[in-house]
C-alpha cells in the first residue's frame, strides 16, 4: 500500500513563499509522475503542477511563481511557491501515478493522493 505525507503548509502573507514537500511510503517504486492539486473552499480540486515522464506541467495561475521538484531516490516531490497571493489559500494534494499516457492536469490522471496540507495567503 502506498501513503503520500504532504508536509509545509502553513500562514504566510501575501509576497511570501512556503515550500511544500510529499513523501510516498509503502511499497517502494519510482513513479511515473507526481504532481500538485489545490482545492479552495467551495471550489472544485484544481491542478496546480506535475512532473511526469520528463515534461514538467504548470497551470496557468501558478507558471512563473512555483515550481516543482522531485528527489527520485527520497521517493518525493516539492512545490516551492513564491509571490504567493490570497487567491492561493487552499488545501494543497499531492498525488502520483505508475502508468504513462494519462491526463496528468486532471484528477483522472493519478491513483494514488494524500491528505492535503493547508496554505493560507493573508493579504
Known amino acids: 500500500q502506498v501513503q503520500l505525507v504532504e508536509s509545509g503548509g502553513g500562514l504566510v502573507q501575501a509576497g511570501g513563499s512556503l515550500r511544500l514537500s510529499c513523501v510516498a511510503s509503502g511499497r517502494t517504486f519510482t513513479f511515473y509522475a507526481m504532481g500538485w492539486f489545490r482545492q479552495a473552499p467551495g471550489k472544485e480540486r484544481e491542478f496546480v503542477a506535475a512532473m511526469s515522464g520528463g515534461s514538467t506541467y504548470y497551470s496557468d495561475s501558478v507558471k512563473g511563481r512555483f515550481t516543482i521538484s522531485r528527489d527520485i531516490a527520497k521517493n518525493t516531490v516539492y512545490l516551492q511557491m513564491n509571490s504567493l497571493k490570497p487567491e492561493d489559500t487552499a488545501v494543497y494534494y499531492c498525488?502520483?501515478?505508475?502508468?504513462?499516457?494519462?491526463?496528468?492536469?486532471?484528477?483522472?490522471?493519478?491513483?494514488?493522493w494524500g491528505q492535503g496540507t493547508q496554505v493560507t495567503v493573508s493579504s
Open positions: 498525488a502520483a501515478d505508475n502508468r504513462p499516457f494519462r491526463r496528468r492536469m486532471f484528477d483522472d490522471g493519478y491513483d494514488y
